[in-house]
């Protein structure tokens, strides 16, 4: 059988990437531009600065790709590129260079979800077995998505406000940890005790999440201390918030998973790299016999790996798109 080279491009946020992944699972190359030390000023990601790093990168890093392959255009079957969800200036430089070589080379083009890809960088690490949940966590994004087959999504439920990520990265500028904050926190809890009284959110019997209100919780904490001329210690602070959170995303997975009889799970999201996260995943499934697969770091924040691996399974469900698609800064996976 003919092998099948997808060249993937990711441009949803501040990083510029493109990748070859051949067959779904093997990856030939990868070049990823991050814009981290230009955001981190900021305290976060500029949509305006994100856009102008990306018309300024993406073709360096399309031909540094190739080169790094030693691959033409001649030998790429298709072109999968993220269209949604994300920064919409952002996306749609990704979109631009995606749409032009598919016109030029005469390449299918394949329109990506974001999330799909994040799901999908764990088939790189082992080819995903059905029926299984995601466990989506980043940023924009915290999910359960039930699979029976490949790229065929059902969401079970998502958070009503804050994104596990983003209420990361919240509270870990609350205790003036440097951007990106999510990681810093993390390593933080690992040192630190449960010791101060957070709340577990929206614990009710949805598939759903809620993390406002942890996140207010340890604002009003951290205010208060304050106010009262106490030093908060930061180690012990990291590691309460984290239990709490991880908890609220424990306690819904355990239920999706007896509930839909789940044999197999996946964590999909920059979030996947916790330790926090990881740990207590891994004591979950053990305990309820249950297979986890988690990607290794490089693929656990935004990549054009994932895209063209998830690219490859639209292409075979013939998930063909023309050049009048255009870029969503939000969307369902469907």
Known sequence: MKDTYILGIESSCDETSASIVKNGTDEIATVISSQIDIHK?????????????????ITIVLEECLTKANL?????????????????GSLLIGL??????????????????HIAGHIYANNLVKELQFPLLAVVVSGGHTELVEMTEHYKFTKLGGTLDDAIGECYDKVARVIDLEYPGGS???????????????PVPLKDDSYN???SGLKSAVINLVHNERQRGNE??????????????????ISKVR??????????????????????????????????????TYPPLKYCTDNATMIAAAGFYAYKDGRI???????KSQDELM
């Open 41 to 57: 000023d900021y305290g976060g990601v500029v949509p305006e600065i994100a856009s102008r790093q990306h018309v300024k990168n």
């Open 72 to 88: 033409t255009m001649e030998d790429i079957d298709a072109i999968a590129i993220t269209y949604g969800p994300g920064l919409i």
């Open 96 to 113: 631009e260079a995606a749409k032009t070589l598919a016109f030029i080379y005469k390449k299918p083009l394949i329109p990506v979800h």
């Open 184 to 198: 810093k926190l993390d390593k933080l809890a690992k040192l630190g005790k449960k010791t101060y009284k957070l």
């Open 209 to 211: 999440f809620s993390f």
């Open 232 to 249: 908060i210690n930061k180690e012990d602070l990291a590691a309460s918030f984290q239990s709490s959170a991880v908890e609220a995303i």
């Open 255 to 292: 239920k999706a998973i007896q509930d839909r009889n789940i044999k197999n799970v996946v964590i999909a999201g920059g979030v996947a790299a916790n330790n926090g996260l990881r740990e207590a995943m891994e004591q979950l499934c053990s305990d309820l016999n249950v297979d986890l």
């Open 321 to 327: 798109a023309d050049l009048r698609l255009n870029s």
